[in-house]
């Protein structure tokens, strides 16, 4: 979606919703395809979340997710907050930063921070479950298993066998 942005095939604007909603179907995705005691632990630590920065549980059936308004919030008082402090710095620096704040309007750098924020991960999470060794063995297992589900999901079971063997075949072809 970034890259649809920078080859300005579609404005911000329009990426930036669809990428959210991208990142929370992911996040509901993930969750489902985990053991019930990941899917546990996430609902745990979804309500502590809550507890802490909405002072109050999450009922049932919510989402612990923030909504499309508290991520605009967020990234617009951190867009204005990094403003603040540039004036604080030098004037080759605020020359600068006052160039590009005048090239792009705030709403367009919230959007685009909202685009880049939901291409990235949560590096503590990464650094806990992904060894640096296994990470390209796990994103393409990950890779692999995405690839069968939206085969399972498209396909007729005819076609799902075909898939599959084609696939091991390609396999094994690689593998000589």
């Known amino acids: 979606l970034v890259a649809l942005s920078e080859m300005e095939l579609m404005r911000p604007e329009e990426l930036a919703p669809l990428a959210y909603e991208a990142r929370m179907a992911a996040k509901e995705y993930a969750r489902s395809r985990c053991v019930w005691t990941g899917r546990v632990a996430t609902s745990l630590f979804d309500q502590y ?3 802490r920065d909405r002072g109050r549980l999450l009922g049932p059936g919510s989402s612990g997710s923030m909504s ?3 991520i605009w919030d967020k990234y617009e008082a951190r867009i204005v907050w990094e403003e603040c402090e540039g004036e604080l710095e030098d004037d080759k620096v605020k020359k600068k930063r006052k160039r590009k704040n005048q090239s792009e309007d705030l709403a367009t ?3 685009m921070q909202i685009l880049e924020k939901s291409c990235s991960t949560n590096q503590a ?3 806990l479950f992904l060894s640096d060794d296994a990470e390209d063995g796990n994103l393409t ?4 298993q ?3 589900d939206v085969r399972e999901i498209l396909l007729s079971p005819k076609d799902q066998s075909k898939a599959t063997k084609k ?5 094994r072809k690689q593998q000589k």
């Open 141 to 144: 297992a990950i890779a692999s």
């Open 167 to 171: 696939q091991e075949k390609m396999k």
């Open 109 to 111: 750098r919230i959007y």
């Open 49 to 51: 979340r809550s507890l």
């Open 125 to 127: 999470f990464d650094s």
């Open 146 to 148: 995405l690839e069968n």
């Open 68 to 70: 499309w308004e508290e």
